[in-house]
Antibody, heavy 120, light 106 residues
Framework: QLQLQESGPGLVKPSETLSLTCTVSGGSVSSSLYYWGWIRQPPGKGLEWIGH???????YNNPSLRSRATIYVDTSKRQFSLRLSSVTAADTAVYYC????????????WGQGTLVTASS | EIVLTQSPATLSLSPGERATLSCRASQSVSSYLAWYQQKPGQAPRLLIYDASNRATGIPARFSGSGSGTDFTLTISSLEPEDFAVYYCQQRSNSITFGQGTRLEIK
C-alpha cells in the first residue's frame, strides 16, 4: 500500500524559502501513470493546489503562486520536494503531498500533512 | 480559472437521513470532478472520481452524479462517521477545489 510522508521545518521566516520533502513508501515515483504533487490548507480554510511533477521532471504549477513554487523529484531516493520562495504569513498552512493520476482526475493517497508557519 | 461553488455551506442532519451536497462549476468540467471527505486533524480522503466512480474501499452509501457544470454527492443514510467537511475538485482547466460543505449532526 502506497504511503506518503512529509518532512521539513515547521517554522520559516518571512522572505525566506520553505522546503519540504515527501518520501514515498510501498511504491515508486518512477511511474508514467502518476504525477506527484503538493496541496496546502491554511488554518481553518479550504484546499489549494500548489503543483505537481512527473517522474520525468515535467512540472505544472498553480499560476496564483507567481512562479514561487518549484517541485523536484528524486527517483533514486523515492522522494519529491517542494520549494516555495519569498514566503509571507499568507503561506502559513498545512502542506500535503499527494499522488495524482496522469488524467488528473483524483488525488490519492495523501500524506498526513505538515504544518508550516511563516513567522519571525 | 474555473470556480467551484459548493452548497450549502453547512448541512445539519441526523444519522440515518439522506444527505445531498451540491457542487456547481463556473464552466463545464465534463466529468472531471472528484469528491473528498475531511475529518478534523486528518488529511482529505478521496471518495468519488470522474463524477460517479467510488474510490477503493468507499462504502456504497456514497454516490456521485452529474456532468458539465452541476454535480451532486449523495450519502444515502448517514452514519455517525460521515459528519465531516466535503470538498469537490476539478481538473478540466488547471486544478481547483470548492470551498467545502460542512456536514454536521443535527
Amino acid at each position: 500500500q502506497l504511503q506518503l510522508q512529509e518532512s521539513g521545518p515547521g517554522l520559516v521566516k518571512p522572505s525566506e524559502t520553505l522546503s519540504l520533502t515527501c518520501t514515498v513508501s510501498g511504491g515508486s515515483v518512477s511511474s508514467s501513470l502518476y504525477y506527484w504533487g503538493w496541496i496546502r490548507q491554511p488554518p481553518g480554510k479550504g484546499l489549494e493546489w500548489i503543483g505537481h511533477i512527473s517522474y520525468g521532471g515535467n512540472t505544472y504549477n498553480n499560476p496564483s503562486l507567481r512562479s514561487r513554487a518549484t517541485i523536484y523529484v528524486d527517483t533514486s531516493k523515492r522522494q519529491f520536494s517542494l520549494r516555495l520562495s519569498s514566503v509571507t504569513a499568507a503561506d502559513t498552512a498545512v502542506y500535503y503531498c499527494v499522488r495524482l493520476t496522469v488524467a488528473g482526475t483524483r488525488f490519492d493517497p495523501w500524506g498526513q500533512g505538515t504544518l508550516v508557519t511563516a513567522s519571525s | 480559472e474555473i470556480v467551484l461553488t459548493q452548497s450549502p455551506a453547512t448541512l445539519s442532519l441526523s444519522p440515518g437521513e439522506r444527505a445531498t451536497l451540491s457542487c456547481r462549476a463556473s464552466q463545464s468540467v465534463s466529468s472531471y470532478l472528484a469528491w473528498y471527505q475531511q475529518k478534523p486533524g486528518q488529511a482529505p480522503r478521496l471518495l468519488i472520481y470522474d463524477a460517479s466512480n467510488r474510490a477503493t474501499g468507499i462504502p456504497a452509501r456514497f454516490s456521485g452524479s452529474g456532468s458539465g457544470t452541476d454535480f451532486t454527492l449523495t450519502i444515502s443514510s448517514l452514519e455517525p462517521e460521515d459528519f465531516a467537511v466535503y470538498y469537490c475538485q476539478q481538473r478540466s482547466n488547471s486544478i481547483t477545489f470548492g470551498q467545502g460543505t460542512r456536514l454536521e449532526i443535527k
